[in-house]
């Protein structure tokens, strides 16, 4: 999308100037200028023939725990091949002037971690980590295998990745500092997530429900249309860093 300038609000610059406590969920949209497709494009090339929500799930791993293993194993290898953009490095840079900013991330790709952002709960777990489908165990290291996957080196289970899949639930600490975070902030931002997977999707309601102002980034119309939110559409990686600029100047 080409550059343009957006209009930021000015009673929500004024806003975030006092804002105490920022919560930022962010979903597959954030990432996109990264060069990682978002959920909802389409596969390309083998991944095509497929829907994530088909292979994202207990039951495809059991299945076919090769096909789901190497479909991970590619876009890790994409996850290590792209950098932060800027709407990363801008929410990252809200630490500087903001007491409290927690990213509730439903990203896998540990994109905000490396942009610089210090407090990010992961609520979908993290592809670069592994874990044994057994017993549950992260591991560090693993032999690759001919037949993939790898089997776990202490009690020879499948490995898989360790991120929520579809039908599991969301892992207990990780949901309970991102309803803490959304209950108690002052502004919560909603960037770059079709709003169709819960309980992510439900924290929009809560952040309403406990009073805060609500902005929604996506280029998207549509996506989260709802009532008495502010609305900023278009690309987060513009957005964000001028939006940062209009609130703290010279960031
Ligand atoms: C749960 C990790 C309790 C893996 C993901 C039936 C049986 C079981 C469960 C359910 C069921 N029916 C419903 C459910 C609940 C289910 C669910 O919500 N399903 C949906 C499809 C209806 N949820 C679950 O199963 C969750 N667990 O409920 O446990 C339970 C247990 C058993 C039985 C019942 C209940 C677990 C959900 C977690 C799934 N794992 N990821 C992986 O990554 O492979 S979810 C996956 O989707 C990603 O994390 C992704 O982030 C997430 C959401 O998608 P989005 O991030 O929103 O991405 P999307 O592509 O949709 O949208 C991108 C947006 O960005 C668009 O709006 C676009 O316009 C915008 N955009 C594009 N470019 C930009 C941009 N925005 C800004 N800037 C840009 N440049």
Known sequence: MPERPYAIPQELVERLR???????????????????????DALAGLWAQYNPEDLATPEAFERNPRLVWEWYSERRSLVTQVSP???????AAMERFVPTVTVITQ?????????????????HGNISRVKC???GIVVEHWEESSTPPPL??????????DVVWFGELLPE????????ATATCDVFFSIGTS???????SLVDLARGSGATVVVINPDEKAQALPSFYRLNGPAGQI???????VWPGA
């Open 18 to 40: 006092t804002a105490n406590k920022i919560a930022i969920l962010t979903g597959a949209g954030i990432s996109a200028e990264s060069g990682i497709p978002t959920f909802r």
């Open 85 to 91: 953009n800027p709407g990363h490095l801008a929410l």
């Open 107 to 123: 990203n896998v790709d540990g994109l905000h971690q490396r942009a610089g952002s210090t407090r990010v709960v992961e609520l």
């Open 133 to 135: 489908s057994q017993e």
């Open 152 to 161: 776990c080196p202490f009690c020879h289970g499948l490995l898989r990745p």
């Open 173 to 180: 600490q990780a949901m309970r500092e991102a309803i803490k």
């Open 195 to 201: 709003g169709q997977v819960y309980p992510a999707a």
């Open 240 to 246: 964000l860093p001028q939006l940062v600029q209009a």
